[in-house]
């Protein structure tokens, strides 16, 4: 599967994959050289002195571009996970210090080493599921060093292995606890972001964006926009978590701005689903979250699809809601709660998540002159890819045309 055309799909688009049977693909320096039927890309007198990978007949397409994961984090929050089964909700939890606060007060007092060898090995697993492209936000640190930390291991990860990292300031993930007792904290915790952090991350140029939770327990709609703004004023493209629990018009609020992505999209309205699709900013959906949690409501897909707004999916990769880095299990829950088709969903984990990181010119297709990011699936059909699930037929990834990950062979002694 190519994906191959311009730009983000919208509609019907997004069920064209540009498939090729009998496909080859042509890699020279870590970019695509050619790609078409084997014949053709035989026939190349280049291809003649290359060396040849045979995947044996195997499904071929675009690494997976996961556009929204919280990385680096402590620890598990497992034993949040048995009280939310025994009924206590996820806003409860955190208005007693658990949830995002929990993951703060472990991060704070974890080393760097130990938040780094938790994400490197996150980073393989991801490898291992077809991803090669991941979108990471910062958020459990929620002061000065610790923020500043977290932003300094992106670089160091980007640095370190292969996978693309696109690295995200979210300061504004919820008031940390020393700003929560009297009634100007919030306040002057968005004054900390907007007046020393934004313009420290922007100088050292730590991240490309700059996200908030914007949301009934997090930031409200006007905090939200001073921070945004403040972001865009040091040059770092705006992204937001919309709609997740309760509508706040944040939606609308990511259309103004010209956002990136709006991300959850749980409770949007008509009229937000009518903006959405008039614009440019992706409406990326994180339908792990809502199966770990055990929500009913997931985001309106098909409503979004049908009006024509930009749809991604993404794992949300994080220790409170959604532990998973499995991009073809996203793909299965967007198929069975989304009732998005197979096609739609791998379309909106490829080149629309590329389009929501801004990298929809070098990475989300399999067309000449982008990288060689590329997944390679043990199945014989594409719709196989989420057809499976809770099973791991990723046979091999690539990375700027270098093998990252390679499924150990059945009965191999390894
Ligand atoms: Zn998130």
Redo the contacts with the bound molecule.
């Keep these: 599967m190519t994906l191959r055309g311009r730009g983000p799909r919208r509609g019907a688009a997004m069920s064209n994959l540009g498939i090729v049977k009998d496909g080859a693909l042509l890699i020279r320096d870590g970019c695509i050289a050619g790609v078409g039927t084997r014949a053709k890309i035989e026939a190349l007198p280049e291809a003649r002195s290359a060396e040849k990978l045979d995947v044996g007949g195997r499904v071929i397409l675009p690494g997976f571009v996961d556009s929204?994961?919280?990385l680096v984090h402590a620890a598990s929050r497992a034993e949040e996970y048995e009280l939310k089964i025994a009924g206590a909700s996820y806003e409860e939890m955190a208005r007693k210090g658990g949830g995002i606060l929990n993951s703060v007060k472990k991060l704070r007092a974890s080393t760097s080493e130990t938040l780094k060898r938790r994400a490197l090995a996150a980073l393989r697993e991801f490898a291992a599921h077809g991803t090669t492209t991941i979108e990471a936000?910062s958020?459990y640190g929620l002061d000065v060093r610790s923020e500043l930390k977290i932003l300094g291991l992106h670089q160091e990860l980007k640095r370190e292995q292969p996978l693309e990292i696109a690295s995200t300031f979210?300061g504004a993930?919820v008031v940390p606890a020393e700003y929560r007792g009297t009634p100007d904290g919030p306040q002057r915790y968005v004054g900390l972001l907007i007046n020393r952090l934004i313009p420290e991350v922007a100088e050292r140029k730590l991240a490309e964006f700059c996200?908030v939770?914007c949301d009934r327990g997090a930031f409200t709609r006007a905090q939200s926009e001073q921070i945004l703004e403040a972001g865009t004023r040091h040059g770092l493209t705006p992204r937001i978590?919309a709609e997740q629990l309760t509508r706040t018009g944040a939606t609308q609020l990511a259309v103004q701005l010209g956002a990136a992505s709006c991300?959850?999209l749980e409770q949007v309205n008509q009229a937000d689903i009518r903006d959405l699709a008039k614009s440019r900013t992706v409406g990326t959906l994180?339908p792990g979250?809502d199966f770990h949690l055990g929500l009913k409501q997931y985001a309106p897909a098909r409503g979004l699809i049908e009006a024509g707004a930009i749809v991604a999916l993404a794992t949300?990769y994080?220790p409170g809601?959604?532990p998973t880095l499995s991009m073809p299990m996203i793909l299965s829950l967007a198929c069975t709660q989304l009732r998005m088709t197979p096609a739609e969903s791998i379309a909106a984990a490829t080149i629309n998540a590329a389009y929501a990181l801004r990298r929809e010119k070098t990475i989300g297709s399999l067309e000449v002159g982008k990288l060689a990011d590329i997944s390679v699936f043990e199945v014989e059909d594409y719709r196989e890819i989420p057809y499976y699930f809770g099973v791991n037929k990723c046979w091999m990834t690539i990375k700027r045309g270098e093998i990252v990950f390679r499924a150990a062979e059945a009965g191999a002694s390894s």
């Design positions: 929204h994961t919280h936000k958020g979210l993930h996200d939770f978590h991300d959850h994180l979250c949300d994080n809601t959604s």
